[in-house]
């Protein structure tokens, strides 16, 4: 398969017609000065390669971010008496991309008011703090929970 490049040029994967990911392979590991020869499918070896590439880029980005922080921390920068802590705080947040966040508890209290239509022959049966119980109440935003709720003084009016 054919594919084009940033600069329109034709570009054919350099894949052998012989490639086969299942086929096992040894291949030398030294851990602690100790080599050993394990043998694995390709694979599970190309997985393996992988997850060190990832990794490679994550201690790349961390390191960069480790390079910032220690540039912010000098002497000059911590004990200006023109540089407010907030300002300082402020910055390594935004080098870590970190929000500082503070929970506020709350409770409140939630009128609710509706209609339900029972038909006649089930009403003497019918048990509204039943059907209350089934209440639920939510909020369509990731930061607020609601740890606990209840229904008092179900009554039909």
Same mark, same amino acid.
């Given at each position: ?15 052998? *017609? ?8 040894? /291949? ?5 000065? $100790? ?16 997850? =060190? ?12 971010? =480790? ?7 000098? *002497? ?7 540089? *407010?802590?907030?300002? &300082? ?5 935004? &080098? ?14 939630? /009128?609710?008011?509706?209609? $339900?239509?029972?038909?006649? @022959? ?8 039943? =059907?209350?119980?089934?209440? @639920?109440?939510? &909020? /369509?935003?990731?930061?607020?929970? =609601?740890?606990?709720?209840?229904? *008092?003084? $179900?009554?039909? $009016?």
């Amino acid at each position: 398969m054919e594919t084009t490049d940033t600069f329109g040029a034709t570009v054919t994967p350099m894949v052998p *017609e012989s490639y086969n990911a299942n086929i096992l392979v040894t /291949y030398k590991d030294i851990t602690d000065g $100790v080599a050993t020869y394990p043998t694995v499918k390709v694979n599970d070896l190309e997985w393996k390669l992988e997850r =060190i590439k990832r990794l490679e880029d994550q201690l790349s980005r961390s390191n960069s971010t =480790i390079g910032k922080i220690i540039d912010n921390l000098t *002497e000059d920068y911590w004990f200006n008496p023109n540089t *407010e802590k907030e300002e &300082i705080l402020s910055d390594l947040c935004t &080098i870590l991309d970190h929000q500082p966040k503070k929970e506020i508890q709350f409770e409140g209290t939630i /009128y609710i008011s509706g209609r $339900v239509d029972v038909p006649l @022959s089930e009403y003497e049966d019918f048990d509204l703090d039943e =059907i209350m119980s089934e209440l @639920s109440v939510d &909020i /369509y935003n990731g930061d607020v929970v =609601i740890d606990e709720f209840h229904t *008092e003084d $179900v009554r039909e $009016v």
